[in-house]
């Protein structure tokens, strides 16, 4: 995505300066410029996580997604609890067991180990498909309104500023005036509300950390001897 919004800029500025050249070397006559000569480039910029954070959706979606990420990590911490006294009770009484029942315990414990790990890969998965399945529709909405923004007001190209969460920034610097937030708010009908800096939950397009124990048994199962 971040690629080919480059390369679309990139395109712009050659087409605005090939369209400059071309002007330069053909001087449009200026009775004649409203019908021959080509519109200026008109380039815009919003932040779509900001303007998803301010819509009516925002706040279910994140419920939705914290109480699937709560669910997760209760099962996990079961899982582990779980292995954890399996693995002590295996740890005090192994020397006096046989080699049958030491056998079994071991089986038991690197089958608990694999089930540990493949839970923490679907609970992850799972949480990512529920977070599309939860934004996309909003995300739909929101281009379907900066497609009207652009329309209405001459934008050639509109870009989204955020490129996600710690990365650099798609636009390092741009106008004021090329800001079209507060152009799709309105159209949506969404008057926006201040966001607490100190907030420590995360907004609803931030891509769902993943559910993970303090600590994996991975390695940590005695070996079949």
Excluded at 25 to 38: D, F
Excluded at 61 to 89: G, H, P, V, Y
Excluded at 99 to 124: C, H, M, P, S, Y
Excluded at 128 to 139: C, I
Aim: charged share 20%; hydrophobic share 35%; proline share 6%.
């Amino acid at each position: 995505m971040k690629k080919n919004l480059v390369m679309a800029f990139v395109a712009a500025l050659m087409m605005g300066g090939l369209s400059a050249q071309a002007q330069a070397q053909n001087p449009v006559n200026p009775a004649e410029s409203s019908t021959t000569a080509a519109g200026p480039l008109k380039l815009g910029y919003t932040n779509i996580d900001y303007i998803l954070s301010q819509t009516s959706e925002s706040k279910e979606i994140s419920n939705q997604l914290t109480i699937q990420r709560t669910q997760s990590e209760n099962e996990m911490k079961r899982l582990m609890k779980e292995f954890e006294d399996k693995l002590a009770s295996y740890e005090k009484g192994a020397a006096q067991m046989s080699d049958v029942i030491r056998a079994d315990r071991e089986k038991e414990l690197q089958g608990l180990q694999t089930r540990i790990q493949e839970f923490q890969r679907n609970a992850e998965s799972q949480l990512q498909a529920k977070y599309q399945q939860l934004v996309n529709p909003v995300v739909q909405k929101i281009q379907t309104n900066i497609d009207a923004v652009a329309k209405e007001n001459g934008f050639t190209y509109i870009f989204n500023i955020d490129a996600g969460a710690g990365t650099t920034p798609i636009l390092l610097f741009a106008p004021k005036e090329g800001d079209v937030t507060e152009l799709v708010l309105k159209k949506m009908g969404v008057t926006p509300q201040p966001q607490n800096a100190s907030a420590t939950t995360a907004s609803p397009t931030t891509t769902p950390a993943a559910t993970r124990p303090a600590t994996t048994p991975a390695n940590t199962a005695p070996k079949k001897k």
